[in-house]
């Protein structure tokens, strides 16, 4: 149990890069802390889908086709918090159909672990628990040093939100654009 939480956990906190830059901007999005932990939520219900999906060989799609997706996610994420392409009433539907391509890409992960088919719902559910701590700890992390520390500046939106969501744009589209051509 407690190794499947952790390998979750491990798998966003260090070394899920892409993960951890799409909590950024999902914070980022988020009017409120509560805000950010509905969207949050949704997204962990929608990555939760394919993740038992795919861990359960009902659907199969090619990491080479998931991972561009899930860069191009945070790209537009990160467009859409400096102008808004995507409409306001869809930013809910939004997050949840990132989620389900995110989901896929932990999918990819999970499988290398080797768990048995019979075991394979629990251990997906420990998987998705240390996901889960992973994400709200980005998310609290983000309150704490965004919100907290410069939100009420003048200088918050110019010299924080749009340099941040413009560097995040950019790295998110040359992992698009190095995932497609790999």
């Not at 999906?53 to 467009?79: C, H, N």
Request: proline share 3%; aromatic share 16%; hydrophobic share 55%.
């Amino acid at each position: 149990m407690y190794d499947y939480i952790f390998a979750g956990f491990k798998h966003v906190i260090p070394f899920g890069y892409d993960h951890i830059l799409f909590m950024v901007v999902l914070y980022l999005a988020s009017k409120s802390l509560k805000e950010s932990l509905t969207r949050c939520t949704v997204f962990t219900l929608a990555h939760s889908i394919t993740l038992l999906l795919a861990g359960m060989g009902w659907i199969k799609v090619e990491s080479a086709v998931v991972e561009p997706l899930i860069a191009f996610s945070i790209f537009i994420m990160a467009v859409n918090n400096l102008k808004q392409i995507l409409p306001e009433y869809s930013s809910y539907s939004v997050v949840f159909i990132f989620g389900l391509f995110h989901g896929l890409g932990f999918a990819g992960a999970m499988l290398h672990y080797g768990i048995p088919q019979s075991e394979l719902p629990l251990d997906l559910l420990y998987f998705n628990i240390g996901v889960e701590l992973s994400q709200l700890i980005i998310l609290l992390t983000s309150f704490l040093i965004l919100r907290s520390a410069f939100a009420q500046k003048s200088f918050y939106h110019q010299r924080v939100f749009r340099p941040l969501n413009l560097m995040v744009a950019c790295i998110a589209l040359f992992w698009t654009i190095a995932r497609v051509l790999s």
